[in-house]
């Protein structure tokens, strides 16, 4: 089992910031895109190599995010019409979230199977989500998972503090 951090309301105007084991060593880059339509965020390994990529669909009635491990579409993320709470599916790559996904306190499944559970816990780096992947086959697939989940829920804040304007 592995461990990885990432650092809590990481998505900032420069759109960077890192992954980091539990030597708090830089595993993983994130980049994301600045003003640029669509918006995208890319993860590129410790030798900048590009592992996955988030893209956010534009001109959709309702938000959805692709993302790309290894070059090849493995799941999207997409909000469903709702009144009261807004909920999200997750298709591709038979995964699955099971938990409170908002609060980032779940379970990642692959047929089944736990492959990966994220917590948020207080680290001396700050206000962190523990990301432990199980089986390490779908280690890239569970952190860009992690890091789309990220930003769906900025992209959802910033689409809440618009509309109270």
Known sequence: MKQFYIKQKVFSL??????KDQQE???YYVEGSFLQIPKTFSILNT????VALITK???SFLPKFFVEVNGRE?????????????RYTIEGAGLDVQGNWWDMDFQ??????????????????????KVQVLDEEMETAVIALVV???????DQAAASSAAAT
Not at 74 to 86: N, P, R, S
Not at 108 to 129: A, C, H, P, R
């Open 14 to 19: 420069s759109g960077k910031f890192t992954v």
């Open 25 to 27: 060593q830089d595993v």
């Open 47 to 50: 030798k900048r190599d590009e």
């Open 57 to 59: 669909k534009t001109f």
């Open 74 to 86: 493995a799941l999207t993320i997409k909000k469903e019409f709702t009144f009261l709470k807004a």
């Open 108 to 129: 990642i499944l692959q047929n089944g199977e736990v492959v990966g559970q994220v917590s948020k816990e207080w680290f001396t780096w700050g206000d962190s989500y």
């Open 148 to 154: 789309a989940i990220d930003c769906v829920k900025s």
